[in-house]
C-alpha cells in the first residue's frame, strides 16, 4: 500500500473539489429543477423584465429549469428583490426573485 503524505492528500482533496465544483456548475442549469414561490402563479415575460408581453402564466408549486440569466427589471418577491431574470425556455423569463435557487446571485451563464 502506497502512503501519501499531508501535500498530496490536500492537492488531491482540491483537485476532487474543482471536479465536483465544475461538475456541478455545468449540470446544474441543464438539469436541476427549482421551485416557484408557494401559493404564487408566476408571470412568464418574453424577455428579462415586467414591460416584456406575458407569454403564459406557470401553474401553484411550478419548477422551472434555468437555462441561464439575464439582468433585467427590479422586482421584489418572494425570495427578496433582484434584478435577475432566469430563462426557463425560448423567449421565456420570469424573475429571480420567486425562484428558490438559494443563491441571490447568478447561478447560471449569462444569456447570450
Known amino acids: ?38 401559493n404564487v402563479r408566476l408571470n412568464v415575460h418574453r424577455g428579462p423584465g415586467t414591460s416584456y408581453q406575458i ?5 401553484y408549486d411550478a419548477k422551472v429549469n434555468i437555462y441561464c440569466q439575464s439582468p433585467g427589471t427590479t422586482v421584489s418577491g418572494y425570495y427578496g428583490t ?7 425556455g425560448p423567449d421565456q423569463f420570469v424573475s429571480d426573485a420567486y425562484v428558490n435557487t438559494g443563491s441571490d446571485g447568478y447561478i447560471a451563464g449569462r444569456c447570450a
Open 1 to 38: 500500500m502506497r502512503m501519501i503524505g499531508k501535500r498530496g492528500l490536500l492537492m488531491a482533496g482540491l483537485a476532487g473539489a474543482l471536479v465536483f465544483v465544475v461538475g456541478t456548475t455545468t449540470s446544474a442549469s441543464a438539469s436541476t429543477l427549482y421551485q416557484v414561490a408557494p
Open 55 to 59: 407569454v403564459k402564466v406557470l401553474p
Open 82 to 88: 433582484s434584478s435577475i431574470w432566469d430563462n426557463i
